[in-house]
């Protein structure tokens, strides 16, 4: 069996949960969609989390004890920067300093039980800090080689690479026509936006092969693609490169080296200046 995965291919989540009522919530939740192992107490959980090569962290601002989890939070964000960690407030035990402590030690995102629909929040709380935690290092990078009037659109991408990604969609949130996007992209010497977009995926894909508890198949279930197989033509056809073949040369950084290639083409047929650094 896979790490991060079960024999079902769903994700590995751990969870700080307490009490039977907030747990059955979790896991009526994440049905079907992940393998969940829960814990009591803080000490418990980064022990949890590296034994079953944890895909995600649900975590209560205390433990069973009262004990401030947020130390604890701290210490998974930095021995484990790929796995996303979700706040979860299950009860009126949390206060205001105690979720304030939980948002300085980094967790992505916070759901909070009988404010959110549990069920919807906890799924698109794992899908946006997938991509989060998979692209947040890939930001500056791309910034300082793509311009301005384009950059809306690639930070849009990055921080939506965890399922497809729609152009249109993109175009509405940022205020323009299809139409007035792809000239601006033109302009800047960029591929067309559902390239572009393809490009922002497969970026995120590196970024979690990079980390050696990942497989591809996980990989491409964190970043909703229908199979390993799906994810495994798409970097093909993006960069000429096996994903083992990505690994070897570099990981993320030679995904980044090929989109920055094709964006300098794009250019010089076109006459584009890059960017000032």
């Not at 083409?265 to 960017?275: F, K, L, N």
Request: glycine share 8%; hydrophobic share 45%; with cysteine.
């Amino acid at each position: 069996m896979l790490r991060g995965t079960t024999s079902t291919g769903r994700l590995t989540v751990v969870a700080l949960v307490v009490g039977p009522r907030c747990r059955a919530r979790v896991r009526g939740a994440l049905a079907g969609r992940a393998e969940i192992n829960f814990c009591d107490l803080r000490s418990e959980l980064l022990p949890l989390a590296a034994a079953t090569g944890a895909s995600a962290a649900i975590v209560e601002p205390r433990d069973r004890n009262g004990d401030d989890a947020s130390e604890t939070v701290t210490a998974l964000r930095a021995g484990m920067p790929s796995v996303p960690v979700i706040a979860y407030v299950a009860d009126e035990r949390a206060t205001s300093g105690d979720i304030l402590a939980m948002a300085r030690a980094g967790v992505h995102d916070l759901v909070r039980a009988g404010f959110d629909d549990v069920g919807f929040a906890l799924g698109a709380a794992l899908a946006s800090a997938t991509a989060a935690c998979a692209t947040s290092t890939m930001r500056d990078e791309l910034a300082s080689v793509v311009s301005a009037g384009a950059w809306p659109f690639v930070s849009y991408c990055l921080t939506r690479a965890h399922g497809p990604i729609s152009v249109r969609a993109a175009a509405d949130a940022l205020g323009l026509d299809r139409r007035t996007l792809v000239r601006r992209l033109e302009r800047s010497g960029l591929p067309q936006p559902r390239r572009v977009a393809g490009w922002c995926r497969i970026i995120a894909a590196a970024r979690l092969l990079d980390e050696p508890i990942y497989t591809l198949e996980q990989a491409a279930l964190r970043l909703d693609f229908p199979s390993g197989t799906a994810l495994r033509n798409m970097m093909v056809r993006y960069t000429g490169l096996r994903p083992r073949e990505i690994r070897e040369n570099g990981g993320v950084r030679c995904v980044l080296h090929l989109f920055k290639r094709e964006l300098g083409s794009a250019r010089a047929r076109i006459g584009v200046q890059p960017p000032a650094a």
